[in-house]
């Protein structure tokens, strides 16, 4: 008979065994190099090494330790929803549903409380209501805004992505890490004038 200790380990296993797959789940936006699409597990290193980086300019109520958990976990559901491109209308319709479907799923690979506490994390996260939160979504939206940058445009310029669809889509950003905001706007207008970015008509 095998002892609790045992079966809680074997659920973790599974657990990690699963989440592998993240590697194999493409995002739109491309590595630095514009060589290929990057995968969702490489956006979340990414995420969880900016959240070290950018900690110094986080309000004093944000738990960096928290958002580390939140940027490693929140792309876990795209395991069974895939990833969604942001500026897809259409393909955004349900979108939130699979996502809760998946996490219902994958949160619930693990022991009761751990999963649990995670899937409140991915919660937390999703709802975007806590400085914490915010501060992480912003990591989030700040990622494929540099490396569509280092990429030459990325996926803004294959898909005809315009300026104030990605200003709409930073906007987080401005309330999540306010001092950044500055820059960001920097970098939005300079892949405008490299033709990067659409630039609507005024």
């Keep these: 008979m095998l002892s609790d200790s045992t079966d809680r380990m074997r659920r973790q296993l599974a657990f990690l065994a699963e989440i592998d797959r993240l590697k194999l789940v493409l995002r739109r936006t491309p590595v630095g190099d514009g060589s290929r699409r990057e995968n969702s597990a490489e956006h979340s290193w990414h995420l969880a090494v ?6 110094e300019h986080a309000d ?3 738990d960096i330790e928290r958002v ?3 940027v ?3 792309d876990l559901v795209e395991i069974d929803a895939g990833d969604t491109f942001a500026y897809d209308t259409a393909a955004n319709v349900g ?7 998946a996490a219902e799923r994958i949160f619930g690979l693990l022991p009761g409380e ?3 506490a995670m899937r409140a994390l991915w919660d937390e996260f999703e709802a975007g209501e806590t400085a914490t939160a915010r501060f992480a979504i912003a990591l989030d939206r700040l990622q494929p805004l540099l490396v569509n940058d280092l990429a030459g445009g990325g996926s803004w ?3 005809g992505v315009s300026r104030a669809q990605v200003l709409a889509r930073m906007r987080p950003i401005e309330r999540g890490i306010p001092a950044l905001w500055p820059l960001v706007l920097e970098i939005v207008e300079r892949n405008c004038e490299r033709g990067h970015i659409l630039v609507e008509a005024s």
Aim: charged share 30%.
């Design 50 to 55: 900016a959240a070290l980086v950018m900690a």
């Design 60 to 62: 004093a109520e944000v």
């Design 68 to 70: 580390l958990r939140m």
């Design 157 to 159: 310029r294959e898909h």
């Design 72 to 74: 490693v976990l929140h």
């Design 114 to 116: 751990q999963g649990g």
């Design 95 to 101: 979108r939130v549903e699979r996502e809760i479907l």
